[in-house]
């Protein structure tokens, strides 16, 4: 079962996001189903790791986006995703110290809530402002 399910309403407009939001959707998928065989600690920071890194690589293709567009709410919109990164160096971290605490259901939930709400709000916002653009 996906963790996230891909949504229709989870485009903005923008080709090159939308295909980076189907393909982060099904890499985040992908690797939570590998954290299910409960890999050893070096396998599990290293799916973190990708994890974070593409996440972070997409948000910085978002946001060169919006800045060449002049987008009204861009700086708004890079702070949730600069919370989101946190929150995953947050998971990191903790792994790496607490090497017995099942981090999974948490990752998992995290990533989930937080996309769900980001497409559902500060995306959505994106995708009204693209559509006014002249």
């Known amino acids: 079962m996906s963790l996230i399910e891909w949504q229709q309403e989870f485009e903005i407009g923008i080709p090159s996001v939308?295909?980076?939001h189907r393909q982060l959707i099904g890499l985040?998928?992908?690797l939570h189903d590998s954290l299910a065989e409960r890999p050893d600690l070096d396998r599990t920071m290293a799916v973190l790791?990708?994890?974070n890194a593409r996440i972070s690589a997409h948000f910085a293709l978002e946001e060169n986006e919006m800045r060449a567009m002049g987008y009204d709410e861009f700086a708004?919109?890079?702070e949730d995703h600069e919370h989101l990164l946190d929150e995953i160096r947050?998971?990191?971290d903790r792994v790496?110290?607490?090497r017995g605490w099942d981090y999974r259901?948490?990752?998992?939930t995290r990533l989930r809530d937080w996309f769900g709400v980001h497409f559902r709000t500060k995306d959505a916002r994106l995708h009204r402002f693209l559509q006014n653009l002249p």
């Open 76 to 78: 708004d919109h890079k």
């Open 90 to 92: 947050d998971i990191m």
């Open 105 to 108: 259901d948490e990752l998992g």
């Open 28 to 30: 985040i998928n992908d």
């Open 49 to 51: 790791g990708e994890i």
């Open 18 to 20: 939308d295909h980076e």
């Open 96 to 98: 790496q110290d607490d």
